[in-house]
């Protein structure tokens, strides 16, 4: 299983990005799909999630109403469109894969090698 996470970069504040994640190797359309977030000498933490069907989605308090998670089942990709991005919104990206799950506490089997996402003021 792979998962290639793309789109970082460095942008000033208000600006967007949008984040991919390429999966191989699993039956995309079984697994739930979630973005995670690393800033230096912080925890992980969940940013947004979507079911495997798309039906669901979930997003930390933090980036509702900015962020938004989709899904192409026929591409095996992930997307995570980010605006009105602030500078602690820095972090290291990451995607991940949840068999029939992508809630904020799924059990996350698979993680790709995340990308970087500057935000400068």
């Known amino acids: 299983v792979q998962l290639q996470a793309s789109g970082g970069g460095l942008v000033q504040a208000g600006d967007s990005l949008r984040l991919s994640c390429a999966a191989s190797?699993?039956?995309?359309?079984?697994?739930?799909m979630g973005w995670f977030r690393q800033a230096p000498g912080k925890e992980r933490e969940f940013v947004a999630g979507i079911i495997y069907s798309g039906r669901s989605i979930y997003y930390a308090d933090s980036v509702k109403g900015r962020f938004t998670i989709s899904r192409d089942n026929a591409e095996n990709t992930v997307y995570l469109q980010m605006n009105s991005l602030k500078p602690e919104d820095t972090a290291v990206y990451y995607c991940?894969?949840?068999?029939?799950?992508?809630?904020?506490?799924?059990?996350?089997?698979?993680w790709g090698q995340g990308t970087l996402v500057t935000v400068s003021s």
């Open positions: 991940a894969a949840d068999l029939y799950g992508g809630d904020p506490h799924g059990d996350y089997a698979y």
């Open positions: 190797g699993l039956t995309f359309s079984r697994y739930g």
